[in-house]
């Protein structure tokens, strides 16, 4: 395949170096060197886009790729509050929008686990649930987007909690999230149910970027030639 990238820093090198790997060819790197000088022709030579950028840019650059008539496949977090817009122009340009919080696989059979064990705890109101997320100082967003992936599970499937807060919190509807940025930490996520007799703790750390890049072009192999909205369950047949 021939694919762009949009946003080439360390998850875009990391990208590159296993889409060559597998086959596949890089012909645009886009950054904000050259974005201004990118075209909707230079995007039609493309057989698909990856979006690993900033939330600020990454709602333009899938516009672009929709007029373009190229699949999209975007990591980049924290522009869900135009998520819903972002699939009304993709309908409409009769597109193709690959989205997700996180593309590793091993974080998205945490998702299930996450999934199940809070449908298991609505039966247990002794414990309380709370969170956190651990990432390297570089990330823009705050909570991630895989840890708010994570709370909306816990809030559709717990009764007890009602929505979620990026703070410490003594509110029994509330699932607080406690963020920290540390150092170079790839992505580490534990979600935690504690009463005054134990605590139970289901946790996914990441040791590099590898498995983010390898799930993206998974997705990039995945979207060739489609058409509609897709996720991590439809790659992943969960």
Known sequence: MKIALFGYGKMGKEIEQIALLRGHEIVLKIDLNN?????????KK??????????????VNMKK????????????????????EVKKICE?????????????IGVNIFFKVNEYLAKVMNN????????????????????????????????????????????KTEKADELEI???????????????????????????????????????VLATEFVKGKKGIFGMNDLMQL
């Open 35 to 43: 974005i201004k000088n990118i075209s909707k022709e230079d995007l």
């Open 178 to 216: 406690i963020s920290k940025r540390e150092d170079e930490v790839p992505g580490t996520h534990t979600v935690k149910y504690f009463s005054s007799i134990d605590d139970i703790e289901i946790k996914h750390t990441a040791h590099n970027r590898k498995g983010f890049a390898m799930g993206a």
């Open 124 to 167: 247990y109101p002794d414990y309380n649930i709370s969170m956190e997320e651990i990432h390297h100082v570089h990330k823009l967003d705050s909570p991630s987007g895989t840890a708010i992936s994570l709370a909306n599970q816990i809030i559709e499937n717990n009764k007890r909690k009602k929505k979620y807060v990026n703070t």
């Open 46 to 59: 493309c057989d698909a886009t990856i979006e690993f950028s900033t939330p600020a840019s990454a709602m």
């Open 92 to 104: 409409e340009k009769n597109g193709c929008l690959f989205y997700a919080s996180n593309f590793s």
């Open 65 to 84: 790729c929709f007029d373009a008539g190229i699949p999209v496949v975007v990591g980049t977090t924290g522009w869900y509050d135009k998520l819903e």
